[in-house]
């Protein structure tokens, strides 16, 4: 697949150069370190008592630097449409100052989500500018979301359905210069069951085998076993990584899953996505852009699952939209934020989602729309609250999470369901 092959339409061709230049202007403006963390002061004086429980929350969970040896309270591995609270014990370990890296962890969600976890990377070759790791892990995820394919899918076909997955992966990250990392994985992923829904806190939603028994995965008694590899870039040039003032992150991406069955569901994707972020600390204003687009192909006669074709909607994407609530073999997403700091650690934010999906490359826009406003409670490194509210053409939707939503990249070391 290629530039003009996937550039159909201004907007598509506009998306697409956008993400295909954010790289090349990186380079020029960004070949020395990250830029210096912004510290911006906010409109009003901070409270003391605010100031020590965020202390007490940024040594608890995290503050966006190294992660310390020892027990830590699991709470980042969930997917979206986890539920409210994903909580279970973790523990990791560095031997050998820096060189190996050792971490598990598992963890059960309000909605009976459950993961168990483990990793092992050498993280110090070459001059630690190569890792060698591998991970394994087992998901059971009772409630995911399904409304059928394309734009045009209706709210009341909502759906939901069970999916327990075990995925073993090996990767390597090879990095050239500090902000530059070339990538490689490839995984093992064991036959997934789809299920009726079950877990706590139900919505009552009906069955995905029972709303649309046409799936082609559901003509299936057992899903295939599939190996899937990757190639990735990633130029990240931003101050922080979970909240970033300065800077911006910039990534390609090629995917291929094999069906080792009968072959019907292999096939391949490509993703191109750059974020930028810039302050003004005289304004106490950060602006932040993102802009995502995934593109699938498959041969003739071949399909892509619909437990792992791309989505859009929800927490990180198109806020006024539900989890999942768009599937297609294509799509695309940009979004707007401008976050104008309250206080020294807390955000007022005003936001623009825009995106869609298309079976064909030459049919996607930009149509689904959303607009709202939020609050960001973070520490100078760390996002540890986010509060939206959006509006789109299925009405108001609120979400609290706890990641920046334009600086989330998912390392998809299990990659089922796709996570938008």
Same mark, same amino acid.
């Given at each position: 697949m290629t530039f003009v092959t996937v550039c159909r339409s201004a907007v598509q061709c506009a998306v697409a150069a956008a993400l295909a230049v954010l790289p090349l202007t990186t380079y020029a403006q960004e070949s020395a370190p990250p830029p210096p963390t912004v510290d911006v002061d906010g409109l009003l004086p901070e409270p003391h008592l605010f100031e020590r429980a965020l202390d007490f929350a940024t040594r608890t969970f995290g503050g966006g630097g190294r992660e310390r040896n020892g027990i830590y309270p699991e709470t980042k591995n969930m997917i979206t449409g986890a539920g409210w609270i994903s909580l279970g014990p973790g523990y990791r370990h560095w031997f050998g100052g820096d060189r190996l890296f050792t971490d598990i962890s598992a963890a059960l969600s309000w909605r009976s989500y459950t993961i168990a976890r483990g990793r092992i990377e050498l993280t110090n070759l070459a001059k630690s500018r190569v890792a060698l790791g591998s991970e394994v892990k087992w998901q059971d995820f009772t409630q995911n979301t399904y409304f059928g394919q394309g734009p045009d899918s209706l709210e009341a076909n909502r759906s939901e359905y069970r999916l327990k997955s075990l995925n073993a992966v090996g990767y390597t990250n090879v990095r050239p210069t500090q902000w530059l990392t070339i990538g490689g994985r490839a995984g093992w992923l064991q036959s997934p069951s789809l299920l009726d829904p079950a877990g706590t806190f139900r919505r009552d939603n009906p069955s995905t085998l029972a709303v649309f028994p046409d799936e082609?995965?559901?003509?299936?008694?057992?899903? *295939?076993?599939?190996?899937?590899?990757?190639?990735?870039?990633?130029?990240?040039?931003?101050?922080?990584?979970?909240? *970033?003032?300065?800077? /911006?992150?910039?990534?390609?991406?090629?995917?291929? +899953?094999?069906? &080792?069955?009968?072959?019907?569901?292999?096939?391949? =994707?490509?993703?191109?996505?750059?974020?930028? +972020?810039?302050?003004? #600390?005289?304004?106490?204003?950060?602006?932040?852009?993102?802009?995502?687009?995934?593109?699938?192909?498959?041969?003739?006669?071949?399909?892509?699952?619909?437990?792992?074709? #791309?989505?859009?909607?929800?927490?990180?994407?198109?806020?006024?939209?539900?989890?999942?609530? +768009?599937?297609? &073999?294509?799509?695309?997403?940009?979004?707007?934020?401008?976050?104008?700091?309250?206080?020294?650690?807390?955000?007022?934010?005003?936001?623009?989602?825009?995106?869609?999906?298309?079976?064909?490359?030459?049919?996607?826009?930009?149509?689904?729309?959303?607009?709202?406003?939020?609050? &960001?409670?973070?520490?100078?490194?760390?996002?540890?609250?986010?509060?939206?509210?959006?509006? /789109?053409?299925?009405?108001?939707?609120?979400?609290?999470?706890? %990641?920046?939503?334009?600086?989330?990249?998912?390392? =998809? %070391?299990? #990659?089922? *369901? +796709?996570? #938008?």
């Open positions: 082609p995965a559901l003509a299936y008694a057992e899903q *295939p076993d599939y190996t899937h590899g990757e190639l990735s870039i990633t130029a990240d040039t931003r101050d922080h990584a979970g909240h *970033p003032r300065r800077g /911006g992150i910039y990534r390609g991406v090629w995917t291929r +899953f094999w069906d &080792r069955g009968d072959g019907t569901f292999s096939f391949q =994707r490509f993703e191109a996505e750059g974020a930028h +972020f810039h302050t003004l #600390p005289a304004a106490r204003l950060t602006i932040a852009a993102r802009g995502w687009l995934v593109a699938s192909d498959t041969a003739e006669g071949r399909v892509i699952p619909f437990y792992l074709m #791309p989505a859009l909607g929800g927490n990180t994407t198109l806020r006024a939209f539900s989890n999942y609530r +768009f599937h297609d &073999r294509h799509t695309a997403v940009a979004n707007v934020e401008l976050r104008v700091a309250l206080l020294d650690h807390l955000d007022a934010v005003v936001f623009v989602d825009a995106g869609n999906v298309a079976a064909r490359m030459a049919d996607l826009d930009l149509a689904k729309r959303a607009y709202g406003g939020g609050f &960001r409670l973070h520490s100078m490194k760390a996002t540890l609250a986010r509060l939206d509210i959006a509006h /789109g053409s299925e009405g108001w939707r609120m979400t609290f999470n706890t %990641t920046d939503a334009l600086a989330h990249v998912s390392r =998809r %070391t299990a #990659p089922i *369901p +796709f996570v #938008p």
